[in-house]
């Protein structure tokens, strides 16, 4: 092949000169060692070496392109249709927020409803007239022991402000037919009533006689619809009235 080294070939057998005269060998040898051909390879790293500075320059060339083409400013037209995107990725977030904020709003409308049907505006066992509570006692008491019940309950022996609340009243105290301690007193000062608030009498329902104060009589006790006055000591039954709370988130 055209470029590699050939081995060394004599051009004959050798010979020998012995006394002027020249004998040939009969067993030439010939040499089997065959030199490396740094000629034949040499000429191919030259090929190599320039596809290889190709290549890199290729790649170096791919990268500052797209280097350039990041850094190229978007058209108006991309970026108009960049922002419409993101107002409709906005806008579809707000109205999954909304959506969700309706629907707790609804959770919570049902559950007060649900809470309102539970409610109860007085405690168990008192009675509702006219934004207050009644609780009407099944033991006997004297009156001071009667207001003290109230006032353990967080509420007071009642007073009377107004003709429907004498009739309420009324209804109770004919149903159970009882005397029973209002929140009416002169102890303090005889002949000068006053409620357990403090408060002077203004509006009344005296019994045809009374108060006669027989017998030093300076609390008042309710008899059917009309009103007596009687020792404190006595032993009667009581009613209790505080206000009627309002249920939650009503």
Not at 2 to 22: I, L, M
Not at 70 to 97: F, G, M, T, W
Request: charged share 20%; net charge negative.
């Amino acid at each position: 092949m055209a470029g590699e080294c050939e081995p060394k070939v004599p051009g004959g057998p050798e010979e020998d000169t012995f006394g002027g005269q020249r004998f040939a060998k009969k067993d030439p040898v010939v040499s089997t060692y065959r030199p490396k051909c740094l000629p034949g390879s040499w000429g191919r790293w030259p090929l190599l070496l320039l596809l290889s500075l190709s290549l890199a320059i290729c790649f170096l060339l791919l990268v500052t392109t797209l280097v350039q083409v990041s850094r190229i400013p978007k058209s108006p037209q991309v970026e108009a249709q960049d922002h419409q995107e993101n107002s409709s990725l906005v806008a579809a977030s707000q109205d999954q927020v909304l959506s969700g904020l309706e629907q707790i709003y609804q959770q919570l409308s049902q559950i007060n409803t649900s809470l309102a049907r539970l409610c109860r505006p007085c405690p168990w066992n008192w009675e509702p007239f006219q934004g207050n509570c009644y609780l009407f006692s099944r033991t006997l008491g004297t009156w001071e022991s009667s207001v003290s019940s109230c006032q353990d309950m967080g509420a007071h022996l009642v007073i009377i402000n107004s003709i429907e609340e004498q009739r309420f009243l009324r209804y109770w105290n004919i149903r159970r037919n009882q005397l029973t301690w209002i929140g009416l007193s002169d102890q303090k000062r005889e002949g000068s009533w006053r409620w357990v608030d403090h408060t002077p009498l203004q509006l009344s329902f005296w019994k045809e006689g009374e108060p006669n104060n027989s017998g030093d009589e300076d609390c008042v006790e309710l008899h059917e619809n009309t009103w007596n006055d009687n020792t404190c000591t006595a032993q009667n039954f009581w009613i209790c009235e505080q206000p009627l709370a309002p249920c939650p988130g009503l």
